[in-house]
Each structure stands twice: as C-alpha cells, then as structure tokens.
C-alpha cells in the first residue's frame, strides 16, 4: 500500500481545504443500478457470498470507478456485519431486507454479546480492505464504515427492517439500562471495527446513523449522538484511525448538526430536506459538509439532474469543506448514464465556481 495517491480532492475536501473543484462520491455507488454488479452478484449466489468474498466485495467496489470519475471508493460491505458476527444469523430475503434469525430481545440476549474477533468473524472484511487498496493504486482514496450503534441495535432488536423500529424504542422508555447495555457493547464493536479498517488500509472513515432521526430530541442525544461521540473519541485516541477524517450520517437529523459538529467528527453527512446554506451555518465552520442531492433526481432528465446538482452546490457556496454526495443511496432503478451526467456536471461547475 506504498502507491501515492493520485487524486486527493475528496480527503483535501474533508479537511477543509482548497479543491480544484468540488468532489463527488455516492453513497451505494457500487449497487444493483449497475448491470456489471448484478452480474458480479449472480455469480456470488446472493448478496452475503458477494459481501463475504474479499474478492468479489473488491470487484464491485472498483466497478464504479471504471464507469465514472468518482474521487472515492467505499468498501463494499453492510452495515450488518458486526451483529452478523455476533451470530444473530443476518440473511437477505428477496424484496424483504435483512433479517435476523435471532434477534436481541432480553437481558439474556444481551449479555451474551460481544465485541467480535475482527481476525476471526470479521477477517473478511479486512482482507477485502487490503485488496482494495492493492487494486486501487493510488486512483483514489478507500472509505471504510459502519452503522451506528442506535441504528445497529434498531435492527437487532427488531430482527428486520422497519418504519419505526419500535421494539427498540420500548426498550429505551421501559429499560433504559438494558438499553444502554446494548449501545455501549456497540460502540465498543464500532470502534474497535473502523480501528481494524484503518489498520487495514481504509483512508477515510464513515458512521451511517441511518435511524438516528426516528428519535426526539433528548433521546436522540442520549441513545445515538452519545455513542457516536465515544467512537469518534476513541478512533482519536488509536494510532491506526486518528488521523483519518470521520464523517458522520445521521438521516433525518439535521436539527442536531450543531451538536454533532462537536463531537470531534471531521465532517458531516447531511439529507436532502435541509438546505446546505442552513446547515452551513448550523456549524460554523467545526466540520467539512457532504451532501445532499435527493435521490429521486437521480430518476429524472439529464438537464433536471444538471439543475438541481448546481442548486446544491449554490446552496453551499464557493467555500471549502464540500463533498458532493446524494442525501442518501442511490437507487436500483437509476440510469448508469445518469450518474456520468452528475459526476460531470459537479466536476464542471465546481471548476466554474472556484472561478
């Protein structure tokens, strides 16, 4: 892993830093959007034999890349892997989503978790990291991430996807402690999870707090925003992680920007529903901003996508600190030849901004 990196844009970005233009990468950029990666899936025999295979998990990671001119790679993976490793037996059911044969539900359950072996249960993940990172060559800088412990426990506990992850939220208001027991053995997994991935060669670190913003106010602070803030913490204190970037994702959350730009985070994830403007200001300069077309543009015309991407970098300005991304995944149905027209576009009109 001794190739100088080619195209530093992305990291430069992250630390607020001057950029020739503005850089782009795309949450799910390797997806099912792209023919080559369901192919690459159907020779894995499902999404596990794809995510669990070093060399499959490189080959979607890299196809984007070949298509587009992206300024990152992020490692394909799930943000599932550590309870998967905890063996609460994760599946994907067709048109269903994750599943979990064992769900966490009592102070049993619980207690009989643990941080797991990140050279055992979730070697894989760190082979596939290494791999990558051979592969790339420099191209561009590698991500690495995970979920957040709220969202990670949301899925836990309710054993499948949901709209309101209400079991867990039971939990919280009945069995506050038992809760807490859970998110604190998480964080300490999440951590010690992206640590691995940095010693492993990821350039840049990311936390998908996809559920964070089904919770209020104070719960959110108390169950999501604490733990983040102890894995933030703790990547610092590691020789491995503590001069990566750190961006956190909390979807649906962008109340709490302000709070969460102090957690020590490099930059943070914001949704389609918030103006950049605003948020820019939310944080005053603490943190990089990455973000935020909606998805559904994606679905609509060429001159459309071109619009709206421009809005969005209008939104925040010409000001260092931008990575362009969509406020959430891109989506199955989208036209590859979509996504080259808002590579390019963000490229070109970042150049005309910094003009």
Same mark, same amino acid.
């Given at each position: 892993?001794?190739?100088?990196?080619?195209?530093?844009?992305?990291? +430069?970005?992250? +630390?607020?830093?001057?950029?020739?233009?503005?850089?782009?990468?795309?949450?799910?950029? =390797?997806?099912? *959007?792209?023919?080559? *990666?369901?192919?690459?899936?159907?020779?894995?025999?499902?999404?596990?034999?794809?995510?669990?295979?070093?060399?499959?998990?490189?080959?979607?990671?890299?196809?984007?890349?070949?298509?587009?001119?992206?300024?990152?790679?992020?490692?394909? %993976?799930?943000?599932?892997?550590?309870?998967?490793?905890?063996?609460?037996?994760? %599946?994907?059911?067709?048109?269903?989503?994750?599943?979990?044969?064992?769900?966490?539900?009592?102070?049993?359950?619980?207690? /009989?978790?643990?941080?797991?072996?990140?050279?055992?249960?979730?070697?894989?993940?760190?082979?596939?990291?290494?791999?990558?990172?051979?592969?790339?060559?420099?191209?561009?800088?590698?991500?690495?991430?995970?979920?957040?412990?709220? &969202?990670?426990?949301? *899925?836990?506990?309710?054993?499948?996807?949901?709209?309101?992850? =209400?079991?867990? /939220?039971?939990?919280?208001?009945?069995?506050?402690?038992?809760?807490?027991?859970?998110?604190? &053995?998480? =964080?300490?997994?999440?951590?010690?999870?992206?640590?691995?991935? =940095?010693?492993?060669?990821?350039?840049?670190? @990311?936390?998908?707090?996809?559920?964070?913003?089904?919770?209020?106010?104070?719960?959110?602070?108390?169950?999501?925003?604490?733990? @983040?803030?102890?894995?933030?913490?703790?990547?610092?204190?590691?020789?491995?992680?503590?001069?990566?970037?750190?961006?956190?994702?909390?979807?649906?959350?962008?109340?709490?920007?302000?709070?969460?730009?102090?957690?020590?985070?490099?930059?943070?994830? #914001?949704?389609? &529903?918030?103006?950049?403007?605003?948020?820019?200001?939310?944080?005053?300069?603490?943190?990089?901003?990455?973000?935020?077309?909606?998805?559904?543009?994606? +679905?609509?015309?060429?001159?459309?996508? +071109?619009?709206?991407?421009?809005?969005?970098?209008?939104?925040?300005?010409?000001?260092?600190?931008? #990575?362009?991304?969509?406020?959430?995944?891109?989506?199955?149905?989208?036209?590859?030849?979509?996504? /080259?027209?808002?590579?390019?576009?963000?490229?070109? *009109?970042?150049? &005309?901004?910094?003009?």
């Amino acid at each position: 892993m001794t190739d100088a990196l080619k195209n530093d844009r992305f990291l +430069r970005a992250l +630390r607020r830093e001057a950029t020739d233009t503005t850089p782009i990468w795309v949450m799910r950029q =390797a997806g099912r *959007y792209l023919p080559e *990666y369901r192919a690459t899936r159907e020779r894995a025999g499902s999404f596990m034999g794809l995510a669990q295979n070093p060399e499959y998990a490189c080959e979607v990671t890299l196809q984007p890349l070949e298509r587009f001119e992206l300024d990152a790679a992020i490692l394909f %993976s799930d943000i599932l892997t550590i309870p998967d490793a905890m063996g609460l037996g994760l %599946s994907f059911a067709q048109g269903e989503g994750p599943q979990f044969a064992h769900p966490v539900r009592s102070a049993a359950d619980i207690a /009989k978790l643990a941080v797991p072996d990140m050279d055992g249960e979730l070697r894989y993940v760190m082979d596939a990291v290494r791999l990558i990172r051979r592969e790339l060559h420099g191209r561009v800088p590698l991500i690495g991430f995970s979920g957040s412990p709220w &969202t990670l426990a949301c *899925y836990m506990v309710e054993g499948h996807g949901s709209k309101d992850f =209400a079991t867990l /939220k039971t939990m919280c208001w009945n069995q506050p402690k038992l809760a807490h027991q859970l998110l604190d &053995t998480l =964080a300490r997994a999440v951590a010690t999870y992206l640590i691995a991935q =940095a010693a492993a060669g990821a350039q840049a670190l @990311m936390i998908f707090d996809t559920w964070g913003g089904l919770l209020g106010p104070a719960p959110f602070r108390e169950f999501s925003l604490r733990y @983040m803030t102890r894995i933030v913490a703790a990547l610092k204190a590691d020789p491995a992680s503590r001069d990566l970037p750190v961006t956190l994702f909390s979807k649906g959350a962008g109340q709490h920007l302000a709070e969460m730009a102090d957690t020590g985070c490099t930059a943070l994830g #914001v949704d389609w &529903t918030m103006d950049l403007t605003d948020a820019r200001h939310a944080v005053a300069g603490k943190v990089a901003l990455q973000g935020n077309l909606d998805p559904a543009v994606m +679905r609509a015309s060429p001159e459309v996508i +071109r619009r709206e991407a421009r809005a969005v970098m209008d939104s925040y300005g010409n000001h260092p600190g931008h #990575v362009f991304n969509l406020g959430h995944g891109i989506t199955p149905e989208v036209d590859p030849a979509h996504m /080259k027209v808002l590579v390019d576009e963000v490229h070109a *009109y970042g150049r &005309t901004l910094r003009s």
